[in-house]
Each structure stands twice: as structure tokens, then as C-alpha cells.
């Protein structure tokens, strides 16, 4: 069992910043690899980003790639994603979720990951 709990969310102006935090808990954390999804209202629920456990492998969304940076650390138990350069497109519900059993590989696809924090929502104003 992992437990997600995700934070930072906000109001931001379109070139604005934010960063997002998920902390985890239940497992050992650096032994499973992490995704971060959103959903915007009325569109499913779409991927944006992993990372490996040891944080050696990155994978993106072309929407957000060069503007977008997932990293963890272990230490903490936590994944971050900072997100640069925000347009008005990418308001939505943010989550974060943890692949423990499924994929040797970063897996985009939602059905991969077993566990789900909560959400954050993200809005940015034009």
C-alpha cells in the first residue's frame, strides 16, 4: 500500500511558475517509479511526467517538455515537478501516482499506476 498526498497548487499567471509536491508513504519509496497526470474539466485524465525510483530516467509529455521538470528525492519520500513557462492550457487537476508492480519500463498510460494521491488543482490565468 502506498499513500499519495500532493501539494503546491495554485493561481498563477500564464508564464508563471509553480512547483508541485507529492509526498509518499507506505513503501519503500525509491523502489518504484512515480508519474504525475492531470485532468482538465470535461478531458481525461492525461500523463505529464515519471521517473524511475533511483531518478535515473525521465519521461515526458511533448506538451510540457522544455518547460517541465520532474525530479525526486528519496530522502524525503517525496517527487517534485516544476513547472516554468505555464500557459492557459495546463489548468487542471494534477496527481501524482506510483507504478510498484507494473512496468520494467515509464509507462504513460494511467491504468499502470496502482496508486493515486488526491489531486492539486493548477490554474493559470491569461
Known amino acids: 500500500q502506498v499513500h499519495l498526498v500532493e501539494s503546491g497548487g495554485g493561481l498563477v499567471q500564464a508564464g508563471g511558475s509553480l512547483r508541485l509536491s507529492c509526498a509518499a508513504s507506505?513503501?519503500?519509496?525509491?523502489?518504484?517509479?512515480m508519474g504525475w497526470f492531470r485532468q482538465a474539466p470535461g478531458k481525461e485524465r492525461e500523463f505529464v511526467a515519471a521517473i524511475t525510483g533511483s531518478g535515473g530516467s525521465l519521461y515526458y509529455a511533448d506538451s510540457v517538455k522544455g518547460r517541465f521538470t520532474i525530479s525526486r528525492d528519496n530522502a524525503k519520500n517525496t517527487v517534485y515537478l516544476q513547472m516554468n513557462s505555464l500557459k492557459p492550457e495546463d489548468t487542471a487537476v494534477y496527481y501524482c501516482?506510483?507504478?510498484?508492480?507494473?512496468?520494467?519500463?515509464?509507462?504513460?498510460?494511467?491504468?499502470?499506476?496502482?496508486?493515486w494521491g488526491q489531486g492539486t488543482q493548477v490554474t493559470v490565468s491569461s
Open positions: 507506505g513503501r519503500t519509496f525509491s523502489s518504484y517509479a
Open positions: 501516482a506510483s507504478d510498484t508492480t507494473c512496468c520494467p519500463a515509464l509507462t504513460p498510460i494511467p491504468r499502470d499506476y496502482e496508486y
